[in-house]
Structures are given as C-alpha cells and as structure tokens.
C-alpha cells in the first residue's frame, strides 16, 4: 500500500463517514502515523441525499474531498481501496490494494441497507445510502415520467407515477414531502401533456405511527404536513414482497409500482475477520464495551453505525444516526491518545442533541432536550443545522444559494439524468 515505515505507533481507521473524520480530526497533532481508508475518496453527507434523488441539490454540493481532510496533516495518508479481512492475531487488514499492519485500528464503515433476508425486495428496489444510489433513484424517477408519456396503458402509465417509498423515519418522510413538493410545483410544468394528478406517493410504515424515534407530537404534526400534501400513509402494515410491478404486503394492501424506495432499515456494515461473538447477528453490529474497543481486542474500536455499545439507556445501541458518531469519532480519538500516555481511558457518554426532521418547504419537526416545536421556524432551524454542519464553504455556499433559488422560484434545477439508469422492472410491464 506504500505507507511509508514509521516509529509512531500507526492507527488505522476504516471509512470516511462522520465518525471516521471526527476521529481523524481528533487525532491530529500527535505523535501517530495515521491511515484512513475508504472506498470512495469523498465524505457524503448523508442526511441530504434525498434532495440530490429529487433534483434540489447537485451530487458534489454534500461530497467532500477526503484528501482535502488530511490534506496539512503531517502523517496522515489516505488510501482509496476496500477491505475485505481483518487479522487481529497478526494485527493487519487486507484490502483490494494489499495488506497493512496496525497498532491500532478503529472501524468506521457505518451501516448499509437492510432488506431483513428478502432478496426480491433487494433486487427490485431502490436504496438511497450513497451518492450513486441517490443518483441512480433521480434517473428513474424522470425516467419514469418520460415513459408515462409514450405509453397508452392506463395501468402501465399509474404503475410509472405510483411511487412507493417503506419506511416512515427521516428518510421516508423527507422524500415523500420532497417528491410531494415535485408533484405539486414542477412536474406539471415539466409534462404539460401529462395528468401529474394521477402520481401517487405512499409511505408504508410498520409501526403506528411515523417518525418512531420522535416525539408523538413530531410524529403527529409530520404526519397532518404529509397529508396536507396529498401523501398516502398506511401504517401498521409491512412490505414482504416486491416483484418489480406488484407490491404485497402482510395487511389488506397491494399496489402495482415501477418505484419502490427502501427506506425501512439499516444493517452495520461489518467487515470479515472478526469471531462471531463480537457481532450481533441480525443487526450485524460490532459489539463494543464502554469504552468502544471491541469484545476481546484491547487495540481494536469500533464507533458509528457499526458499532453496539450495550449501555442502560441504550440497550440495543445508540441510534444509527450522525450525532452519536461523531461523538464517539471525538472520544474514541481522546481515549487512544490517552492510552498512549498510560492514562485512564473515561467510557462514553451519549448526549442527545434531539432529532430532527423537515417535509417540505415551511413545513419541519424538531424535537430538542426541553423543547418541542414545528412548522416555519422549525424548518429554519433545520435548515441552519444541515447547512453547519456541512463539510467546506463551498459545500455551504452551494447548498444555500441552491435552497435559497428553489425557495424563490419553487424549483429544482438539477432533475437531470446524467447517467441513466438501466431499469430492471421494464420486462415486468
């Protein structure tokens, strides 16, 4: 992998998501040979994905150069490759490019789309957990448009323009409040010739209600914006089959869609080398002590997504979302460099800094520690906290100027289809 050879001890960190760069961050200025690893050579801001499948936001305005990170950081190196094994007992990784040893090493690969063993529903549906994906979905979604034009099958044409997206969590509700917002301002003008009152969205929930992991208020007030919007809600009912024309499901409900959107759960996205009882199996996360150093590995963490810490508050992990993985990105690093010193290593606290989700323009639900609020001045508040917590000033610049053109002329500038997307369910029609 051509790392030069140091005497610093050398910390391995695998992904460059929001725990990877915080501890990237936080181990700077230190006597350390630092690797990041990762198979692309950008940080995706995940949380805006759904705008980049929608037209409102272009794919490099949330991607970040991860050269760019280390880029003054002297003994920091990058290396773009995947890695397929861990051994502890040699204490190296090999990747597509080779192998490299560890003094330490921190798994950060976050989480990926978790399809529960339906292996249908993987292959016909859309995820939408990395740039490529959000790309591919905002193919098919103009793709889908622009086939409804050509065909005289009424049913063929309802399939193109019913949009089924499982999952009622932030991103089930963000992306139906954003193609809501499509079938209401742009789409019409877009196809004239077409009756865009035929497009259908539906959200299918499993649980009661939506926004599980807010408050019932959010989830309430979410769910009246939806609505209001001409969005579809079936709670209470589960996906089990998808074929890439019917949907089926385990209530009194089937539809015929060309566009499934699986947004219904994630998986950690584990790596191979590790015993079995550092992983739980259905979650297939990395099971971590206080301290988010894996079961029986004294020099290995695990932090993010990936990675189970089994606390009182938290029994089943922290929420696979980006604020406790840059928290344990942050405290992760200050524990390494305090074992470093011979110190003792403090174990990790989660503090929960609320939750947040928008459905639209004016329209957003944010839960905080002692408040509660929604509508106009919660979409400003979670518009000020995404446009922050963004990586770079242009990344910042473009992404404002992007919300503040759509805000005033009510439309998405970037619904291209770049690079089309080969549909799987045309045979099916």
Not at 24 to 51: A, C, M, R, S, W
Not at 264 to 279: P, S, Y
Request: with cysteine.
């Amino acid at each position: 992998m051509n790392i030069p050879k140091t005497s610093f001890p050398r910390v391995v960190i695998i992904g460059g998501g929001f725990a990877g760069l915080a501890a990237v961050k936080g181990l700077k200025n230190q006597e350390l040979q630092v690797v990041l690893i990762d198979k692309h050579n950008y940080h995706t801001f995940q949380p805006l994905l759904y705008q980049v499948a929608t037209g409102g936001l272009e794919p490099d305005s949330i991607a970040y150069p991860l050269r760019k990170v280390i880029k003054n950081l002297p003994n920091f190196y990058f290396r773009l490759t995947e890695v397929l094994n861990i051994d502890s007992e040699k204490r190296k990784i090999q990747t597509t490019i080779g192998e490299l040893k560890y003094d330490y090493l921190i798994i950060a690969t976050g989480s990926k789309t978790n399809y529960f063993g339906n292996t249908n529903i993987e292959k016909y549906s859309m995820a939408m957990k990395n740039v490529p994906q959000s790309l591919n979905l905002r193919s098919l979604i103009i793709e889908n448009f622009e086939d409804a034009l050509l065909t005289e099958n009424f049913e063929q044409r309802n399939a193109l323009m019913n949009f089924i997206i499982v999952g009622g969590g932030p991103t089930g509700v963000e992306l139906a409040g954003a193609l809501a917002e499509m079938k209401k301002g742009i789409l019409p003008k877009d196809y004239p010739d077409l009756d865009i009152r035929q497009m259908q969205i539906n959200i299918i929930q499993g649980s009661n209600r939506l926004l599980k992991a807010m408050s019932e208020k959010a989830s309430e007030k979410a769910e009246d914006f939806l609505i209001n919007l001409g969005v579809n809600i079936y709670k209470n009912a589960h996906v089990t089959n998808y074929d890439g024309y019917k949907v089926s499901t385990d209530a009194d409900l089937s539809f015929e869609s060309a566009t499934v959107i699986w947004a219904a759960g994630v998986k950690g996205a584990t790596i191979k080398g590790l015993n079995n009882e550092c992983v739980i199996e259905r979650a297939e996360r990395i099971k971590v002590d206080a301290y988010n150093k894996v079961k029986n590995h004294k020099n290995i963490f695990a932090i993010g997504d990936v990675a189970c810490m089994n606390v009182s508050d938290f029994p089943k992990g922290h929420p696979m979302m980006a604020q406790p993985a840059i928290q344990q990105g942050v405290h992760v690093a200050k524990n390494l460099i305090a074992e470093l010193h011979h110190k003792q290593l403090k174990p990790f606290k989660y503090i929960d800094k609320g939750a947040m989700a928008t459905i639209g323009r004016n329209k957003a639900v944010v839960d905080l520690k002692n408040i509660k609020f929604q509508g106009v001045f919660a979409w400003f508040v979670w518009m000020f906290v995404h446009l922050f917590s963004l990586i770079g000033f242009r990344n910042k610049a473009v992404v404002f100027f992007n919300w503040v053109y759509n805000y005033i002329r009510f439309d998405r500038e970037t619904r291209l289809i770049i690079r089309p997307f080969k549909n799987r369910n045309k045979e099916s029609f």
